[in-house]
């Protein structure tokens, strides 16, 4: 599956953004979708993640409560709705995707720049 990610961009802290991740290539429904995040000088980490259906959400705690991860399975699309942005949510976001009987996210996307400033 090819993955696409949009909708980064410069935001003032507690500002909103809506990332956009388009799939193609494979069926979307088959599987699970996340969003990671490495900001400057720093390792990648989990934000969010979603399971086939959307039936089930992970979130870390950073973003418990302010970040929504979302699915269109008609679409090939998941979302993350990002609210109450800080400054340590600058970061480039991709979206990965884990095939059904992968242990591992095989597929990522480009990433989209996130920057918040205070």
């Known amino acids: 599956v090819q993955l696409q990610a949009s909708g980064g961009g410069l935001v003032q802290a507690g500002g909103s953004l809506r990332l956009s991740c388009a799939a193609s290539?494979?069926?979307?429904?088959?599987?699970?979708m996340a969003w990671f995040r490495q900001a400057p000088g720093k390792e990648r980490e989990f934000v969010a993640a979603i399971s086939y259906d959307g039936g089930a959400t992970y979130y870390a705690d950073s973003v418990k409560d302010r970040f929504g991860i979302s699915r269109d399975n008609v679409k090939s699309t998941v979302y993350l709705q990002m609210n109450s942005l800080k400054a340590e949510d600058t970061a480039v976001y991709y979206c990965?995707?884990?095939?059904?009987?992968?242990?591992?996210?095989?597929?990522w996307g480009q990433g989209t720049l996130v920057t918040v400033s205070s």
């Open positions: 290539g494979r069926t979307f429904g088959n599987y699970v």
């Open positions: 990965a995707a884990r095939y059904a009987e992968s242990s591992s996210y095989g597929h």
